[in-house]
């Protein structure tokens, strides 16, 4: 059993069992490197204020890279009895350097260092979700290019509504993760601030330099009050807000993959490299991928809840049920990178049916909007309009019929307004490019925003 930092004040040893219960280093090891770039910082902000001298903080900080190799290398012993990350690189540096090591924990409490570590790994972490946004964007950008001219129906209602064309439908998608990123960012900002030299709670005697150790770890600013700043976790619960939001998106993404890539649908062919077989049904191709990313939405909301029930009604300041931040924090941050890193190859290799699309389009009677409108264009105001429309579509029921199959007689025997320029409307390429509404589905102006959205992401 390692002697405890605090010994000084017990009179028997800690129970093994109290141990095991307390401990963090099991997983908040993965903070080490963070740990161990806070602690250089603060060893040189301590020798620059004087506070010790700088040999010992060259000793300290050679010490600690010394511990980054052994721990890369896996040959550091993580001790569960030392609790976590923090106590684990203070004892090894004690050990491997002595009195100088003992010096590095001067004028910091493992409260404000922990919320460093945190903000350092989230800066990093926050980093690598926006370029995976980026990459799935990429790919969903270069398949509106490629499937400008296949139409599909978009379905309100789960019902067929109107013609779209599919590159309108993907470029949907695009817009949802730019509001993605543009939540990361905001939250970057809040995660992009220097918490040490808070201490434990109020502060430290000793004159320590917090902008040094800012600018040291290129942080912008540095915090403003000592208790809020071991008491906040505000920037975990944003982080795995923005997370639970992007995996409401992807798993709606991830939806219309499994359901395009039924047989009822058919709208879709999954590449085989990123589906599965089943192990008693010879036939089966399944979509396990995208019903993964669907179903591990769960785990990204739950940490959510779990942070923000951790924190409801938690006194000021620092309280142990805060160790309880991480583990929802790099679940969002590992099922939301397992998710991205998926998605561009699997939709690169999906294949869509454009035929299938286009038929479609056929039954559903999508062009009924635009019957109505041409009548109102006419003259006639919408709700009589609609009502007409209406029972064209109960006519077409009855007799089997689609709308480009009914005669002019067949149209005028609805309304003597209508002339022989019906059959252009009902065409869904021309109901697709009249609809030139800024945002629209129109060809034009899905092609004026995939410029619009390729000079942002300067694509060529
Ligand atoms: N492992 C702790 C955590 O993650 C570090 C801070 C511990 N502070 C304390 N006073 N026990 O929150």
């Given at each position: ?6 010994a ?10 109290m141990e ?21 910082a ?18 300290i ?12 290398n ?9 609790e ?5 690189i203070?004892k ?45 964007q990429?790919?969903l ?15 309100t ?7 779209v ?6 470029l ?9 990123c ?7 900002k ?13 502060g430290?005697?000793?004159?320590l ?38 995996m ?23 590449s ?12 089966k ?10 179903g ?18 938690l006194?000021l ?22 998710c ?14 454009r ?22 264009q ?16 109960a ?6 019929k689609?709308?480009p199959e ?8 609805f309304?003597?307004?209508?002339g022989?320029?019906i059959?252009?409307v ?6 697709i ?23 942002e992401?300067?694509?060529?």
């Open positions: 059993m390692n002697k405890k930092p605090w000084g004040r017990f009179k028997i040893e800690t129970d093994k069992l095991d219960f307390t401990q963090s280093v099991s997983f908040d090891k993965r903070l080490y490197k963070y740990d161990i770039m806070g602690s250089v603060h060893a040189k902000m301590l020798a620059r204020s004087g506070i010790i001298t700088d040999a010992e903080a060259k000793e900080v050679d010490g600690l890279n010394g511990i980054l190799e052994e721990i890369k896996g040959e550091f012993i993580f001790s569960v009895s030392l976590d990350i923090h106590m684990n203070e090894r540096l004690i050990e491997k350097i002595g009195a100088a090591g003992e010096k590095l924990h001067t004028g910091r409490s493992r409260n404000d260092q922990v919320t460093l570590d945190l903000r350092l790994y989230l800066r990093d972490e926050t980093g690598e979700i926006l370029k995976g946004i980026r990459a799935v990429g790919v950008l270069e398949l509106a290019e490629k499937y400008l001219d296949t139409f599909m129906p978009a379905y209602h789960m019902q067929r509504a109107q013609p064309l599919l590159s309108h439908h993907l949907s998608y695009i817009e949802m993760f730019k509001r993605d543009a939540r990361y960012g905001c939250c970057y809040r995660i992009n601030i220097m918490p040490l030299g808070a201490g434990a709670v109020a430290s005697t000793l004159p330099d917090r902008e040094y150790v800012a600018k040291l770890l290129d942080f912008p600013e540095i915090t403003g009050n000592s208790i809020d700043t071991v008491s906040d976790r505000d920037y975990c619960i944003e982080f795995t807000a923005a997370s639970s939001i992007l409401m998106h992807l798993s709606r993404l991830a939806e219309e993959l499994v359901l395009w890539s039924t047989e009822e649908f058919d709208f879709l062919e999954l085989d490299a990123f589906a599965t077989g089943s192990s008693m049904m010879p036939q191709k399944n979509p396990d991928v995208p019903e993964l990313i669907r591990r939405a769960g785990k990204v909301y739950g940490g959510l809840v779990s942070l923000l029930t951790m924190m409801k009604g006194p300041s620092y309280s142990r049920d805060m160790q309880e931040d991480k583990e929802p924090v790099f679940t969002a941050v590992d099922t939301v990178k397992q991205l890193y998926i998605l561009p190859p699997l939709l690169k290799s999906t294949v869509f049916n035929d299938k699309m286009m038929e479609a389009t056929r039954k559903g009677f999508l062009e009924a909007t635009d019957v109505a409108e041409y009548l109102v006419k003259g006639l105001p919408f709700r009589s309009a609609h009502e007409t429309v209406g029972r064209v579509v006519y077409c029921l009855e007799q089997g689609i709308f009914l005669s002019l007689e067949e149209w005028r025997g309304s003597s307004l209508i022989d320029d059959s252009d009902v065409k869904t390429k021309n109901i490019d009249k609809r030139k509404t800024a945002g629209g589905t129109a060809r034009d102006e899905v092609k004026k925003r995939i410029a619009v959205l390729k000079k992401f300067k694509v060529k």
